[in-house]
């Protein structure tokens, strides 16, 4: 069993950096909690990866979320992580849709009037910060490179293997300024390029980066833990529910007897009974009775 987490790497003379994640448990933890057809685990399961692979670049406490947006059959593919390592995600179908048989069609669904959004949120102060740009390209990855180009302009290459259990992700990116080793790019590039599907998934991390830089001069700094983390909690739930309105809710405890929500991320279940709803309605707090899984 390989642990879940991230490892960077920095290429100093080269002035270029290098994020491995493999994300086996958190795939696995999040594409459980729901019934998606393979390819749209497939989708979601990449999005994953580069999210995880995103968050090595939180400085603060915080959350970064991708959320790739579209009007197909696949209307909303969404990760986030938070600066503890969190991870969850989801995919959005929409209803009565025919998904295309094939991954590229289905990315290609994706692409069309689509939209990729990267949000940093800061936990406490600071400001939200979010770039949207069209999806290019015919996969995750390369919509993720596409990204890169537009909008910080930094050379940038991603790799993603996943076969259905095992996930792994690999990016190299060039760092703005000036480098020593004007060749160690390319170099860097051409590495990224042989390695293997099978290669990223077999072995662990430290192992995969060991072989394939072995002759690069690189600082290896401390892997960090990545896990599946849902931060829903019932308050919360409670904060949506009043935020529907007074009548709104009214209408909804004169039509259930008891209101149930499903958290779309990790499927945890909160039930709201009339009492609750009662003090929902009167904008009062919900009492604190048991979830339900
Ligand atoms: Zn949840």
Known sequence: MRDDHLQRLVFEEINARCIWVQ?????RAVLSRADYP???????????????????????????????????PVSLLMADCDHDGGVRGLARLQEDAELPSSESALFEALADDG????TVEPARHGRRWQGIVPIEGGSVEQALESYFRQSEQLPTRIRLAFDGDRASALMIQRMPGETSDEDG?????????????????AAEGEEV?????????RR???????HFHCPCTRER????????????????AAEQEVV????????????FDQVDLAALIQGGEPDDSPTVH
Not at 47 to 69: E, H, N
Not at 115 to 118: H, K, S
Request: one cysteine or more; glycine letters at 8%; a negative charge.
């Open 220 to 226: 290896i700094f401390p892997a960090r833990e990545l």
């Open 209 to 217: 980066l060991r072989r394939l830089f072995h002759a690069e001069q």
């Open 38 to 72: 393979p390819l749209v685990a497939d989708q979601l399961a990449r999005a994953l990866l580069v999210t995880a692979t995103m968050s090595s670049g939180i400085k603060f406490d915080g959350r970064i979320t991708l959320q790739l947006q579209s009007a197909g």
């Open 185 to 201: 790019w390319n170099r860097l590039e051409h590495l990224v390029d042989t390695l293997g599907d099978q290669e990223m998934l």
């Open 260 to 271: 149930e929500v499903r958290c779309e991320f990790c499927n945890e279940g909160y039930r």
């Open 23 to 27: 994300l086996d448990g958190v795939t």
């Open 115 to 118: 939209t990729l959004a990267l």
């Open 237 to 252: 739930v409670a904060v949506v529910l009043q935020g529907l309105g007074q009548s709104e809710l009214q209408a909804l």
